[in-house]
């Protein structure tokens, strides 16, 4: 499948030059991945893994809860939910792909459509407002809506769905298509088949889709009657079960059994025109939902089986990562990684460890001994015993995840290839970092909040001192910044990388390395500057610094 335009640089309206610095980061400047697909898996685990007060789960947290883009805050009187949002949104952005022209499917292409009477409410601008926070280079806004849907039903009860990155963007609206309430059954199947559901696949969906949140009187008054609204619902919501706020299996059983709310609005609303759901769940007799309804380990293998399929359609031209999951490659990762060298020629690597106490695993160990790997390969006696942090810790989607704060400090003529820990080894390069002590950004950058508060422009002095291991140094670097920016049509940024700056030899060299530095002024919010990232490389050269966030306190 393509996309209906492949995402492409737009012009930057903008006179400002950006540099790389920013004294007290958390990001990979001694990357432990060397590669796109290790780069996106690293960012995804970040935002799914991490237990931040500020991540994407606090939104979703407790499921019951609605966040308002509009205040950055909590408003539970509207009748809304959050994760519930996050799953429609995913629905429709899916749902116009074409498998047989090979457009759509999961690419944020919904961003330019929230106008259409097919994308009513607010859901789709709220969803895209809460992830234009986490946008980077690495995680598309069409990664983060499929993260939504995963996050989602993970953390409020539902089966665990596969997460991979590698989106691509759709930078304007594709084809219209999405089933409405009064559409009759004969299209929807179309529309679906369209997309690869057949009739199964479109009423196990839909019945997944329809396990959290509810109709609103706002948005259907042709199906909610306004004695919904109350003023602890003021969108007038009933709800698909009674248990609204939870992926579960009762909206089903309410169905086949007739218990409960017997489906949902959808189901059971007067206005015939309107029942979509009991048109399509009894196309077939009420066989698939007999089905689902035979347990609720076989309704969550389901969901989880069609959930990952909807997440999955995507254009012909995108690449899918590996999947990003602790029970498959490791529970034990390392994070925020930054590495320095002084003028006496002393390296300092600083970062933490990341433990996931999934299912089944040891109890999270209150020490984690830490040894060097040298540039050759060989293991040091250079090693650090760091302790479990109290205050970084946290319960996810997988289990507590525990964090372990650490501090290594080495002579650059040892330098570094990699960690070991736990009976595992870990790769680094030490070949070009940021110098983390030698940059510096003035004024501070606010505290990182999913809030309007970040969005103020303001003017930052920005210095950035880049370290190169050569015995030939170049005259200058090249930096290129990939940096979010509004984009017309959708509240979706897009992320430009017409931005570039040159770092200059600073003529002197510490341990083996050159030092390049730039100093530039520049105006952004506070929003862009933490979704902001920079490429440094030599030309002609392979050496490369990738994906280093010169912002980014909140990593």
Known sequence: MRLNAIAKAMAMQTLLSICISFVALRSVTAQYVANTEALIIKEIEHLYFD?????????????????DPSTGASNNSLGRNTAAEWIRIAFHDFVTANIYSETGGIDASIGFETTRAENVGPAFNDALTFFSYFINDKVSMSDLIALGT?????????????MKGGRIDATAAGPSGVPEPETDLQDTLDDFSNAGFNTDDTITLTACG???????????PQAVPASAVSSTNTDGRIAFDETVSGFDIDTVNDYVHGTGDKGGPLVTTANKTVNSDFRLYNSDSNDTMTRLSASASYFAGQCSAILQRMIETVPQEVSLTTAVDPTATTNLRPYGIALSVNWKGTMTLTGYFRYIQISGAAAAPSTLPITLINRAGKTTTTSVTASVSS???????????????????FPASVGLSGLAASGQNFTFQDTMFAVTALSSVSPTLPTFAASPSINTVSTYSLNTTVAYLTSSPPTSLTATFAIPMAQ???????????????????????GGFALYSAV???????????????????????????????????Q
Do not use: R
């Open 51 to 67: 237990a931040a007060p500020a991540g994407m789960l606090s939104a979703i947290t407790p499921c019951s809860n609605y966040y």
């Open 150 to 162: 995963v996050m989602a039903v993970g953390a409020c009860g539902g089966p665990h769905i596969e």
């Open 210 to 220: 329809h396990s959290m949140g509810g109709v609103h009187h706002s948005s259907f």
């Open 391 to 409: 205050s970084d810790t946290g319960t996810g989607i997988w289990g507590p995840t525990h964090s372990y704060p650490f501090t290594l400090s």
């Open 488 to 510: 017309t049509g959708s509240v979706s940024p897009y992320i430009d990388t017409s931005t570039t700056a040159t770092l200059a030899l600073i003529g002197q060299t510490t």
């Open 520 to 554: 530039t002024k520049h105006s952004v919010s506070a929003k862009q500057a933490f979704g902001s990232s920079v490429d440094v490389a030599v030309s002609g050269q392979a050496a490369a610094l990738q994906f280093y966030k010169p912002f980014d306190a909140n």
